[in-house]
T-cell receptor
Framework: EPEVTQTPSHQVTQMGQEVILRCVPI?????FYWYRQILGQKVEFLVS????????KSEIFDDQFSVERPDGSNFTLKIRSTKLEDSAMYFC?????????????FGSGTQLSVL | AQTVTQSQPEMSVQEAETVTLSCTYD???????LFWYKQPPSRQMILVIR??????QNATENRFSVNFQKAAKSFSLKISDSQLGDTAMYFC????????????FGTGTRLTVIP
């Protein structure tokens, strides 16, 4: 089965630094998502992206966050000035359709630790 | 607002036995999907099974089946003939028509299969 690939698997950064989390969605998918999971808490939606623009975003996705599809294969999440509370596992996902109930394919996540 | 509740933080089952994981949800939407995702130690989120609210028949996928009780807003997962590879965190998730592909997750149940 095709996979969503995320790099790096672990990222450690200092508070206030910028980080970019990278994702390679499944090649024929058009819809892309970021979710995050703070340790011990539920997985939360951050943002969805289609046709080079944000489709929907949650309250978590404030001005410190941005997403980009810089080329035909990558999908990135940037956090401009990291805070301690940004420490979490970040999951990228993709789907080939946006219908209700469409299967989302998740990557293995990037564990971000902000010190 | 949608909520998903998993009241069992941890469960264990003997290999080859059957186990049922509970999930309840709350929504005012008329059409929605429910999902069970598995998160093994590798942290990847893997779709186990999904159920459309309009379908009365319970979904099944090999050893995995659900008991969908729409009136009670209950969506439990039954794993038959448990295997060691079933050891993982299991998340119940909901998506409604108004949420595009914005999944609402429960807090998860950690399942351990004992040899």
């Amino acid at each position: 089965e095709p996979e969503v690939t995320q790099t790096p698997s672990h990222q450690v950064t200092q508070m206030g630094q910028e980080v970019i989390l990278r994702c390679v969605p499944i090649s024929n998918h058009l819809y892309f998502y970021w979710y995050r999971q703070i340790l011990g808490q539920k997985v939360e939606f951050l943002v969805s992206f289609y046709n080079n623009e944000i489709s929907e975003k949650s309250e978590i996705f404030d001005d410190q966050f941005s997403v980009e599809r810089p080329d035909g294969s990558n999908f990135t999440l940037k956090i401009r000035s990291t805070k301690l509370e940004d420490s979490a596992m970040y999951f990228c996902a993709s789907s080939d359709n946006r219908g209700l109930g469409e299967k989302l394919f998740f990557g293995s996540g990037t564990q971000l630790s902000v010190l | 607002a949608q909520t998903v509740t998993q009241s069992q933080p941890e469960m264990s089952v003997q290999e080859a036995e059957t186990v049922t994981l509970s999930c309840t949800y709350d929504t005012s939407e008329s059409n929605y999907y429910l999902f069970w995702y598995k998160q093994p130690p590798s942290r990847q989120m893997i779709l186990v099974i999904r159920q459309e609210a309009y379908k009365q028949q319970n979904a099944t996928e090999n050893r995995f089946s659900v008991n969908f009780q729409k009136a009670a807003k209950s969506f439990s997962l039954k794993i038959s003939d448990s295997q060691l590879g079933d050891t993982a965190m299991y998340f119940c998730a909901f998506i409604g028509q108004t949420g595009a592909n914005n999944l609402f997750f429960g807090t998860g149940t950690r399942l351990t299969v004992i040899p």
